[in-house]
């Protein structure tokens, strides 16, 4: 079956450190995968997407994920977290229809 | 930039009635999708349309319904709400094969 596991339902990280949330996916091809932040009260908003090409994608707010095929994962980075990360992410993938299957979602607490 | 709107962002309604939620998207995108969120669950497709009056089921139709007769608009419709419905109800519009957008969600308490 297609699936997306996110294995962190919690992250706490201190703000100037370095964050890495975990995402990995079940499915027979290349899929499209997607990286989501939601904001407390608030609707999802894209970080990052990846179709094809090269593996390491940059998104907004300094937010870059790499597909690692052999690992099946889609792990998004950021160098030095801020305050304002302090969200839920969700990772998301299709394996090229119009429906996307999200995972369950890690929620990053920043310590300042 | 893309705008997906959501009718209400809290309602309150009691257990038999009728719900209407109602999405309207602005960038002429062919589909759209509801969504709701439980926390722990992450977010299940209820139902999605990727035409005018064409809808197909998603992972939790049950004891729901959409109607989509304009391009812009998909409502969601709870013939008759139950308290297992409270939750937080998320619309998302996209182009054929690419992100989804979303609005910023209805939270709807069934009592």
């Known amino acids: 079956a297609q699936s997306v596991t996110q294995p962190d339902i919690h992250i706490t990280v201190s703000e100037g450190a370095s964050l890495e949330l975990r995402c990995n996916y079940s499915?027979?091809?290349?899929?499209?995968l997607f990286w989501y932040v939601q904001s407390p009260g608030q609707g999802l908003q894209l970080l990052l997407k990846?179709?094809?090409?090269?593996?390491l994608v940059q998104g907004i707010k300094g937010f870059e994920a790499e597909f690692k095929r052999s690992q099946s994962s889609f792990n998004l980075r950021k160098p030095s977290v801020h305050w304002s990360d302090a969200a839920e992410y969700f990772c998301?993938?299709?394996?090229?229809?119009?429906?996307?299957?999200f995972g369950t979602g890690t929620q990053l607490k920043v310590e300042l | 930039d893309v705008k997906v709107t959501q009718s209400s962002r809290y309602l309150v309604k009691r257990t038999g009635e009728k719900v209407f939620l109602e999405c309207v998207q602005d960038?002429?995108?062919?589909?759209m999708f509801w969504y709701r969120q439980d926390p722990g669950l992450g977010l299940r497709l209820i139902y999605f349309?990727?035409?005018?009056?064409?809808?197909e089921k998603g992972d939790i139709p049950e004891g729901y319904s959409v109607s989509r007769e304009k391009k812009e608009r998909f409502s969601l419709i709870l013939e008759s709400a139950s308290t297992n419905q409270t939750s937080m109800y998320l619309c998302?519009?996209?182009?054929?094969?690419?992100?989804?957008?979303f609005g910023p969600g209805t939270r709807l308490t069934v009592l």
């Open positions: 998302a519009s996209s182009p054929i094969w690419d992100e989804q957008f």
């Open positions: 349309s990727y035409d005018v009056k064409m809808k």
């Open positions: 998301a993938f299709t394996g090229g229809g119009n429906k996307l299957t």
């Open positions: 960038m002429d995108h062919e589909n």
């Open positions: 499915y027979g091809a290349t899929p499209y």
């Open positions: 990846y179709f094809s090409g090269d593996t």
